[in-house]
């Protein structure tokens, strides 16, 4: 296949970028020997994703719940984080990429927090392709806050209980402005949402492939934009044929 054969490419792709761990496992190695090969699967896809026009893509780099996982891991998946931000940053702006950061900032220590500001600051006026890094994200933590927020304007008189619609929820929602996503994809063979997009998955068409996610590539990824482009999204009404032959 080549690029020229892709059609429907997707607005909005987001991965859950899984199986770090067990590739290192496999070779007999740590695991954060695992999550340094995945920072260059998401420097491949990065730019894979750019190559074809994909206007927005979302990657899971750090759950709300991965907090569970023992010290030293929940430090090297920071400390490549930075490590990520501080090499490419450059790189990403000038390739007019707009960096937005999803999840909950305020656990976050200081050092991330400013770097994570200046990646986004750097790169606010840029409108070539989006990349969002959902960084402590969670998406009941983020349903969560957005009900606390809307309780707050309802609290002072700013807003009426009538006006709670799914687009006002949305707009209050780490992920307010930037469309749903149109294809997920997660890696490693899991199948899973994992508290990732709840909401703003209502519609996305879900892929699951067995690759480990150093192991997702450049291949790998226009593989499933093809894929992608042979599904029928219907959106709760009828598939074309169906509705023209009614
Ligand atoms: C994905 O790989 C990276 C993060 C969750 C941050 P994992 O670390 O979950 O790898 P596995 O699933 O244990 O193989
Ligand atoms: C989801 O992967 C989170 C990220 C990819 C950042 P996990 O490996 O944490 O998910 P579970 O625990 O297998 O559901
Ligand atoms: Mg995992």
Same mark, same amino acid.
């Given at each position: 296949m080549t690029i020229a054969e892709l059609s429907n490419v997707p607005e909005h792709v987001a991965?859950?970028?899984d199986g770090n761990g067990r590739w290192a496992n496999e070779r007999g190695q740590p695991r954060s020997f695992g999550h340094r090969h995945g920072v260059e699967a998401v420097r491949t896809v990065v730019r894979a994703a750019a190559e074809i026009g994909v206007k927005y893509l979302t990657l899971f780099a750090f759950s709300s719940e991965n907090w569970r996982r023992p010290e030293t891991e929940i430090q090297d998946l920071f400390g490549l984080l930075k490590f990520f931000i501080r090499r490419d940053l450059a790189e990403l702006h000038s390739a007019n990429v707009c960096i937005k950061v999803i999840g909950d900032r305020h656990s976050l220590t200081s050092d991330i927090l400013n770097l994570l500001l200046e990646a986004e600051e750097t790169? *606010?006026?840029? !409108?070539?392709?989006?990349?969002?890094? $959902?960084?402590?994200y969670g998406s009941r933590d983020e349903l969560a806050r957005a009900a606390q927020s809307l309780a707050l304007e309802v609290q002072a008189g700013r807003l009426d209980p009538s006006q709670i619609t799914p687009d $006002?929820? $949305? +707009? *209050?929602? !780490?992920? +307010?402005?930037?469309p749903d996503p149109d294809l997920i994809i997660r890696t490693s063979g899991e199948e899973r949402l994992s508290n990732f997009l709840l909401w703003q998955s209502a519609y996305s068409e879900l892929m699951f492939v067995p690759e480990y996610w150093p192991d997702f590539g450049r291949e790998q990824f226009f593989a499933a934009i093809e894929r992608f482009g042979a599904r029928s999204r219907r959106f709760g009404a009828l598939a074309p044929t169906a509705a023209a032959g009614s």
């Open positions: 991965i859950i970028m790169t *606010r006026n840029n !409108d070539g392709q989006t990349l969002v890094i $959902a960084f402590n $006002a929820i $949305a +707009a *209050r929602l !780490d992920t +307010a402005g930037i």
